[in-house]
């Protein structure tokens, strides 16, 4: 029996599901289209249907239609695999049929919820004060339906006896965050004392997941509340909401982000339903927590510009602070929207566009980078012909630019600190090497460091995919003893393997046909033969013009040893430095005397 995988490929053609997303150009045998990864000019994404995989030439990324639709999608592997049986109507079986049903549950109740608050925000008669609310904030019909948004009765119970009346056991409606557990001790004989309904008297906002799926909510005290309550309380982090990776909104905004190029990061749940709804679709906010790392990688999938709309007299906080730290490090291009400069009053995204929906647009066009934002501030601030002026504006921006991990950029910073504060670039830089920034910076700090060894693994990886490339269009037993004596090391685990195989294989049957190898192929791992039709296909576009493989084959092997010992080079220069560093004159005497073995064995 097929598995799903296996079931959906046969189903599902790849030209027919690239070209629903982007268009497609015969090129030969193969269709062709600008990259939807990467911004280029000429198009280096190249599509095969007779291998059914898709590669791009300019930032490398490839795979199979489950690759592609994570990609475009932002999916995981099993948010994919969810799109696709769909799509094709494949059924998928239950893995773990117990967590499955648990999510499901919780997805279930949500979903349940959700329903239930809207109907109240539309039937009660204290739900028709919040629409008139929500209506007077800007937020129309529309909006409403589609972000769902909610009503929250003041009632203790009004949800969780709705729940349980819907068949839902205590723990499953506790485990969705819907409710707050009472502490141990207030236990009644009453089962629904055990605990409350956490939203009363509140506007609900449904989080939705990437997929759109309801996870979570956030309630806003309702208009007239006394203001010693929360203004906002969130849903508690469940086994369906990851706070640290959830963004309100990307659901309907990942596809814009990545057309347009970049992404607008507000703070509130209004500011993103408001810019929306004036089609500024790109745009997100964090929910329930600051944003996190992990946010970031998320963001990273779609676009490296990001533009903070964050109220900027809060640049005290750290929240903020941290959340810039944060942009910069992760290597965004970063430009801030900053709000209520000169006037004392906080004006909000949602308001602005509330008034003048254009404002929102030029505000957005304007935006500075955040460089240059500090820069002027704090230029603003201190006295840049003053020692102490220099001296204080030196302090707030050094250690901002440690942090940039591109070099060539924070030498542009350095150069333009230099001419402003008339000193020179040279006491800039050595005062930067000075600074010492908290740990977590350090990490980053050597993985610049080792930057050009990671240009040569790069090398190395493109290098060993065509070694096992041309093996494979001409496999040759001796060049395969070559290699084993040569003492090759494949860096990728995967091509080892397919190496080892091949091997294996060769030995066996030294005079197989095309039959043969064929039915030697399709034992491999799905993984592997997945690999090595994209190695394949690398091959036939990049290569087509090699007469004689052995001799081209050779070349490669060469190049690779030469290669390796240059990457163990830099591997080792960097050991040496840390031993500098720390005066180990033992270690570092050793690592000297095997650079130069290597180097001696580079000129040979
Ligand atoms: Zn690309």
Known sequence: MLSPVDEIKNKLDIIELISGYIKLQKAGRNWRANCPFHSEKTPSFMVSPERQIWHCFGCGKGGDVFSFVKEIEGLDFTGALRLLAQRTGVTLKKQDPKIKSEKEKLYEICELSAKFFSKQLAASGAGAKINKYLQARGINNES?????????PDDWRALSDFLRSRGYKDQEIIASGVVVEKEIGAENKDQRQKYYDRFRNRIIFPIFDINGQIVGFAGRVAPG???DTAKYINTPQTMIYDKSRLLYGLNWAKTEIRKQDFVVLVEGNTDVIMAQQHDFLNTVAS???????????IIKRFTNNLILAFDMDAAGDMATKRAIDLTIESGFNVKIIPFAKEKKEKIDPADILKSDPKKWGKIINSATGIIEFYFSSVLAKYDPTEVGGKKEIARIILPLLKKIPDAIERNHWIQKLSERIKTSEKILTDAIKNIVLPKEFKKNQVAEFSNSAKKIKNRLANLEEEIIGLLITAPDEKIIKEINSANIEFINPQLKEIFNELGGYLIKNPAGDEADFKKW?????PE????????LFKLEIQRSDIDNFNNHLHNCIKEFKKEKTRYQMVALKIEINECEKNENKEKLAKHLKKFNQLASRMNE
């Open 528 to 535: 592997l033969n997945l690999l090595i039709e994209q190695i």
């Open 225 to 227: 509340e006394k203001e």
């Open 287 to 297: 929910s329930g927590t600051a944003l996190t790392a992990d946010h970031l990688k």
């Open 144 to 152: 409403i339906s589609q972000w769902r948004l909610g009503f929250a």
């Open 521 to 525: 192929k399709s034992k491999l791992l």
